[in-house]
Nanobody, 114 residues
Framework: QVQLVESGGGLVQAGGSLRLSCAAS????????MGWYRQAPGKQRELVAS???????NYADSVKGRFTISRDNAKNTVYLQMNSLKPEDTAVYYC????????WGKGTLVTVSP
């Protein structure tokens, strides 16, 4: 059973930055894709950023130019650097990994105050 553990969430003022981490219990090369999703109160979970095993990255329009997804293969960890945060970025952020099974972390809360 693969485990994904997120960390790095917290409370930040608008305009600030946070870096989320997702530590995987398996070699991240084994996944077809990995990414970050978020779910705000009363809203559906949405894709924030992802990368495929081929290295292609994808970002939601709302975060382009502000968020960057990256990975450290040696640490089996995926990061989400979030800059210029806005109150509308407030959500629980989930790490996701796709292989023949889809795995989810338990999420980390990001709160951006005005």
């Amino acid at each position: 059973q693969v485990q994904l553990v997120e960390s790095g969430g917290g409370l930040v003022q608008a305009g600030g930055s946070l870096r989320l981490s997702c530590a995987a219990s398996a070699n991240i090369f084994s996944f077809l894709a990995m990414g970050w999703y978020r779910q705000a109160p009363g809203k559906q979970r949405e894709l924030v950023a992802s990368f495929s095993s081929g290295g292609i990255t994808n970002y939601a329009d709302s975060v382009k130019g502000r968020f960057t997804i990256s990975r450290d293969n040696a640490k089996n960890t995926v990061y989400l650097q979030m800059n210029s945060l806005k109150p509308e970025d407030t959500a629980v952020y989930y790490c996701n990994a796709d292989s023949s099974i889809t795995y989810w972390g338990k999420g980390t809360l990001v709160t951006v105050s005005p």
